[in-house]
């Protein structure tokens, strides 16, 4: 990706948004123009990045690492979880397969919808991203499962 720089603005944006405004506001000691900045995509502030100790301090209280979920991507990494993760469910493998299905239908009714007028919108593309991030997160947790079935297995 030669032009990393909207993707990880979205990214951020992302993460802002998934604590509300005002709460990420709260656990920074930013103003709310200063996060919009970092997220900002005007010429002005094409630079402008969030500073990794807010990053941190955000993805902390966040339910997923958006801005670090982004850098991995870029890097071609796939991310892993300690067994402490938020996003880290207690069910079981059986649960995220049962997870999983649901969260992939939620994501084909979404993209049938969105291609009815051979158009995918915005807020529709923003829907299928943020379903497409839910079914991350569950692969995570069903991941992590299975390491931990493996390792109380012996194996």
Do not use: W
């Amino acid at each position: 990706m030669s032009d990393y720089r909207n993707y990880l603005k979205r990214h951020t944006e992302s993460l802002v948004k998934d604590m509300g405004l005002e709460a990420a506001c709260r656990l920074t000691g930013r103003s709310k123009a200063t996060l919009g900045r970092y997220y900002s995509e005007a010429p002005e502030h094409r630079d402008r990045f969030m500073p990794i100790d807010v990053v941190a301090t955000l993805e902390a209280a966040a339910s997923y690492p958006h801005v670090t979920g982004a850098l991995a991507e870029l890097r071609g990494i796939t991310l892993s979880y300690d067994g402490t993760s938020r996003n880290c469910s207690t069910g079981g493998v059986n649960s995220d397969v049962i997870t999983l299905s649901q969260r992939f239908a939620v994501l084909m009714a979404e993209y049938n919808q969105s291609i009815e007028d051979g158009v995918i919108t915005l807020s529709e593309a923003r829907r299928l991203l943020r379903e497409t991030i839910a079914i991350q997160e569950v692969l995570l947790s069903m991941k992590l499962n299975l390491e931990e079935e493996a390792v109380s297995a012996g194996g």
